[in-house]
């Protein structure tokens, strides 16, 4: 790294002659071009260095995005500058350890830039300089702390007083639940103790309702399915799996079946100190079994004492929605087989959702289920034998019918942002998955999927904002991780992108998925070689041939990426390959610097209503198109 925190002369201000900047926990040593937390360096690239350096100039001042640019980004830089600094913002918050929707540090000034709100103190070579975020002079760094440590020590030397003085029966334990309380929570896929081993969806089935009836509780994090799953059957120990999840609390138990009746044993157990804190059995008739799940969430929620006062614009039967015993039933097993992960399973699961419905006409949350199978297809195809038109108008009918049915769901809501997104209304998109975040704001789901659309959309502050409430309520998904590389891929920052993949990996190393955009991550960074190796490895889930492969790979060796590209389309021509529709001929023929032909094939890609289109405009292959006029009348015809 050169260092550049020295040479860039300040424009509204006098240039600073000091040598660190401290704050909070913070160092930033402006001679070495480095930041320091408690001592250790953090890693941190060049452009986040350069913008923190302008901000803590002058803390409780705004600085424009036109001072940074110009301060930072060079002149002929400026067509891609929203993407560099939604970038390095995004990596700056990331190193502080900050959210731009509750900031410490820096405070996002709509429509302004940014402003630095933390307390400032300056170290020059004549002494050391304290500034507030308002201006106001306050106490040198090293006087705040002994002061600090003098004040904490009183205060502890009071309260080992008090303890000692008042040792009454329940008084330490009163303190211990006070000063440890329960914000986040764990569901533990409940163990299956029926007789029969088919069971086990139902078993799943009561661990995803239990984990959605406490996540439309908004005063308490609650991990995903997904991660909780990785969890089953595992060996590791309560206090492992809490600290591996970042969580308080962790809910564990079981479910058994016998007959017509069905039995959950459930207990909280503190993480901290691996504390049983309550343990209760409930039994019910099977016909019972929605208000038993709901009878125990409500139950775990007043032991770990947050709200389970329904908001005023939420009726009373909205976290327990009424569904046909034999329907719930049809409607566990299709999500059994939706969640498999094996594209296969999607016809099972459209049975299954469509017995749930034939047994139960009034079964919301079947439809809304069965439209998301629709949807699916629609994007990736030929698992249900339905064309991708035909497949588009079920969903509609079938998510319109679902909201219908009962509108105090979240997942009708989350339904219809795919409907709208397929009819490209986009105002309709958002407006359902605000509603549906309002319902259930502890969906990882809902969060994830809003995230990709605020990025589709051009919103990258708002789509890493989402993100990263995604990946902390589910730290423990593939899926999760794989949304993040791609949003950071659209984002522009690759690095990042190509680091959230391999975690992606990491977690589960048969997720084919995320191969896709590592391919372009290194595409975009001209590592043409390591691109053309995560080609092969997602090649399967691209539904190409291994002969198409080998055919591919033996054209790159020998003619380069260019070669690689024209061989992509002389397959595809002699229908040799079928996995390209014209979707991607277009990004092909764009990576190729073809833009005639990029935008034929995007126009016949409009025609089609292929659902990609909607993110053609932060797509970075396409970025070549952006600037011709046909290119900018389909942004225009497609609302975006």
Not at 234 to 243: C, D, G, V
Not at 293 to 301: C, F, G, K, T, V
Not at 357 to 368: C, M, R
Not at 446 to 468: D, P, V, W
Request: proline residues 4%; glycine residues 6%.
């Amino acid at each position: 790294m050169i260092d550049s925190l020295q040479f860039i002369p300040r424009m509204s201000a006098p240039a600073s002659n000091a040598h660190r900047v401290q704050f909070g926990l913070f160092e930033l040593d402006l001679q070495r071009a480095e930041l320091r937390k408690n001592g250790a360096k953090v890693k941190l690239q060049e452009q986040p260095l350069r913008v923190l350096q302008v901000l803590t100039e002058s803390p409780g001042q705004i600085v424009s995005r036109e001072e940074l640019r110009q301060r930072i980004w060079p002149a002929d830089t400026f067509v891609e500058f929203d993407q560099g600094l939604y970038s390095a913002m995004a990596r700056l918050r990331d190193a502080l350890g900050d959210s731009s929707d509750n900031p410490r540090f820096i405070e996002t000034v709509a429509r302004r830039g940014y402003r630095f709100i933390a307390p400032v103190c300056k170290t020059t070579g004549e002494g050391t300089q304290g500034t507030q975020a308002d201006g106001a002079a306050r106490l040198p760094f090293v006087r705040r702390w002994i002061y600090s440590l003098i004040s904490g020590l009183l205060v502890g030397s009071l309260l080992l007083v008090i303890l000692l003085a008042f040792h009454v029966t329940g008084l330490q334990e009163w303190l211990r639940n006070r000063t440890m309380p329960i914000r986040s929570i764990a569901v533990l896929p409940l163990v299956n103790l029926s007789d029969d081993p088919e069971q086990e969806y139902f078993a799943d089935g009561m661990t995803d309702e239990l984990i959605t009836d406490l996540a439309q509780l908004a005063d308490l994090r609650v991990i995903s399915r997904t991660s909780v799953m990785h969890y089953k059957k595992t060996q590791k120990t309560l206090p492992e799996i809490a600290r591996e999840l970042n969580v308080d609390a962790i809910v564990e138990g079981t479910v058994a079946r016998f007959g017509n009746r069905v039995r959950i044993r459930v207990q909280l157990v503190r993480a901290g100190d691996d504390r049983h804190l309550w343990a209760q059995a409930y039994e019910r008739e099977f016909q019972d079994i929605l208000l038993l799940q709901s009878d125990a969430a409500h139950e775990i929620a007043k032991r770990i004492g947050a709200s389970v006062e329904k908001p005023r614009n939420q009726p009373p039967t909205s976290r327990t929605p009424s569904m046909k015993p034999v329907a719930y039933e049809a409607y566990l097993r299709g999500l059994f087989y939706l969640r498999t992960g094996n594209p296969n399973d999607a016809l099972k699961a459209k049975a299954n959702f469509e017995q749930a419905i034939q047994q139960d006409p009034q079964a919301a949350l079947a439809y809304a289920a069965l439209a998301g199978v629709y949807i699916f297809e629609t994007y990736y195809g030929t698992h249900l034998g339905t064309s991708r038109t035909e497949a588009a108008t079920k969903a509609r009918a079938l998510a319109r019918k679902a909201l219908e049915l009962d509108s105090d769901l979240a997942a009708p809501h989350l339904t219809m942002t795919g409907v709208a997104e397929m009819d490209w209304d986009w105002a309709e998109a958002e407006k359902e998955y605000r509603r549906a975040l309002e319902l259930e704001p502890g969906s990882a789901e809902a969060h994830l999927s809003y995230g990709m659309f605020s990025a589709a959309q051009g919103n990258f502050a708002r789509a890493i904002s989402e993100t990263r409430i995604a990946l902390q309520l589910d730290p423990v998904s593939a899926r999760t991780y794989d949304s993040s590389a791609f949003t950071y891929y659209l984002l522009g920052d690759f690095d990042r992108s190509i680091e959230q993949g391999h975690k992606a990996l990491e977690i589960d190393p048969g997720f084919d998925d995320v191969h896709a955009i590592l391919f372009y991550s290194y595409l975009q960074e001209q590592k043409y070689d390591e691109a053309v190796e995560e080609f092969a490895r997602s090649a399967a889930m691209w539904r190409y041939s291994s002969e198409s492969v080998i055919e591919l790979t033996a054209a790159y060796k020998v003619g380069g990426i260019r070669a690689f590209w024209n061989k992509q389309i002389e397959l595809s021509a002699s229908k040799r390959l079928t996995a390209i529709d014209n979707f991607d001929l277009a990004s092909i023929y764009a990576l190729l610097g073809q833009n005639s032909s990029a935008l034929n094939y995007l126009e016949k890609a409009w025609e089609e209503r292929n659902p990609k289109m909607g993110f053609i405009r932060v797509l970075p292959e396409l970025a070549g198109l952006r600037a011709e006029p046909k290119f900018q009348d389909l942004v225009r015809r497609m609302n975006l």
